[in-house]
């Protein structure tokens, strides 16, 4: 075990900083992507499903430029989804006729499925530039939750004209919705209700090797620090191009990759999560964040607290205390469902626990029937409808 935890750190400083030195943040330089297949967009995956896709651009308070799909449907009814970290609106369409998108759009709903800031759609902004400018990086879970979100939520309600929607989230985009509702009370109101797919907000109780990042990060951040490496994973980076060039080779590549690493991650479980969709998922993620956004979860889970970004001695200066301000989740008012597997490595029952006895709206909680069911599976499960959508889609229902 400590042999595996080895030699993963070993191998992900390593590889970080030949790309990086290489290359210190352009990313941009497509030389190994460029030799992989083209990768669909969420609207190419719609269309060849016989759904029209559009697409929209907004521009946050501080500049960031995002990009939305929507597969147009009764404006009275939008529902929008948010991904997770190092994600895309793909998530919710890569599991194509018994994807949460296309089900949705079936059943008549306007679905819009956004994208946060740095990751392979909303990559822009009106004045950095994400391959020379350090600062586009500068960012966490909380500017997606007090920027990009309430700029994606308006952008729904203003073209559908509309007071209110419903939601969908994942992870990362769970957490997003906490912090919005925690600290800009006004936007309770415009969420009727919120799914929340394996809830995120306490990473005390993680599992795999998920402790052991969470308490090494400021060491590894230290390294990369130096190294000047501020972009994760991108969509187009070359470290990217080479975990597709590994994980897709047939066979091979789900027992080294997905058994043996990420499993590791978001919990092992190969039935519902079987190889071929994994070859799928590896072509669309990870997408892309910032370094910043990854050692804020790894804060979070260290110092036991929701809180925001901690700067150390900075946080007198940044928010005038010593320690950083937690996140009110009694101040999240929005109704919430909450939806967890048992053999989630990161969403497990014990952080969910946390988040539940907090929030004052919780309408309904469901620990999914199938055992192993883990992170990914919220997404991409074989018998994804069975499990879960129709939990959803009942919650859905009532509003
Ligand atoms: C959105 O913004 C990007 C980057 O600025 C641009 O390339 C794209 O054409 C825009 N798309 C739409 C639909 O406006
Ligand atoms: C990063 O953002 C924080 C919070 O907005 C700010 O205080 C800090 O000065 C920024 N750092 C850089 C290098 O721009």
Redesign the pocket.
Known sequence: MIFLKLKLLFTFILVNDVVSYAQPLADESKVLSKLLPPVPSFAEIANKHGFKCE???VTTSDGY?L?LFRIPGEVKRPVFLMHGVLDTADAFILREEDSLALTLARKGYDVWAGNNRGNRYSR?HVTLNPNKDTRFWNYTFHEMGTRDLPAMIDLVLDRTGQSQLSAVAHSEGTTIFYVLGATKPEYNSKIKVLASLAPIAHLQHTRGILPFLIQTAPQLNIILEDLNYQEVVGFNSNIRALIRWICEVPGTGYSLCYEGLISQLIGFDTFELGPKIFTTIIEHYPAGTSKKNLLHYAQVGRRKSFAQYDYGIGNIRQYGSRTPPEYDLSKVTFDIGLYLGANDFVSTIKDVDIIKKQLPNVVDYQILAYPLWNHFDHLYAKDLPKYLLRHVLKLLRNY
């Open positions: 697409e929209y651009n430029i990009h822009h």
